[in-house]
């Protein structure tokens, strides 16, 4: 059965209270319900698995030292969500700009064919990382965790028409990106 929004902040506000009251399997809770997900916003922001990890527990990290902050009037996922898109814009901040040897050769087995769709899904990527990364924010939120606009606004403290002109000008940037690379 899957969770209404109701029922998930109703549950989200419990793992929180007990977690506030010292019963430690609260804190599973909290990281079994968000751990995929605050993953693979980290993911798309820094195109990297390993900096996606450790973003992903550093915003765990913050959240829990934190969380006597969260005021339970508003939806816990818009403050956790707000801490590792924080946590990788810092860590895109720290990022040394370097190149690697999968940028420079595309190494194949002899004979491999290549798997077309993880081409595709790699240039995405890649096209993604091009943008500004307020910008990059503002489409992982919407088109890969299929935020509202004013879920996007809570989560970036930054008004609707905000996300809305960055939502904009961050496709036009994608479509043209993406078409340079043939896509």
Known sequence: MEETPDTADERDRLLVKRFLEGQGDAASGIVDRYQQRLFNV???????????????????????????????????????????????????????????????????????????????????GKALMSLKPDDRAVVVLKHFVSFSYQEIADVLEIPVKTVKSRLFTARERLKLVMREQGL
């Open 42 to 124: 980290a993911l798309r922001m820094l195109h990297n698995v390993q900096d996606a990890e450790d973003v992903t527990q550093a915003a765990f990290f913050n959240a829990f030292r934190e969380l006597r902050t969260y005021n339970p009037r508003y939806r816990f996922f818009s403050w956790i969500y707000r801490i590792t898109v924080n946590e990788s814009l810092n860590a895109l901040k720290r990022r040394k700009p370097t190149v690697t040897l999968e940028d420079q050769l595309a190494i194949r087995a002899p004979g491999a064919a290549a798997d077309g769709a993880a081409e595709d899904e790699d240039r995405v």
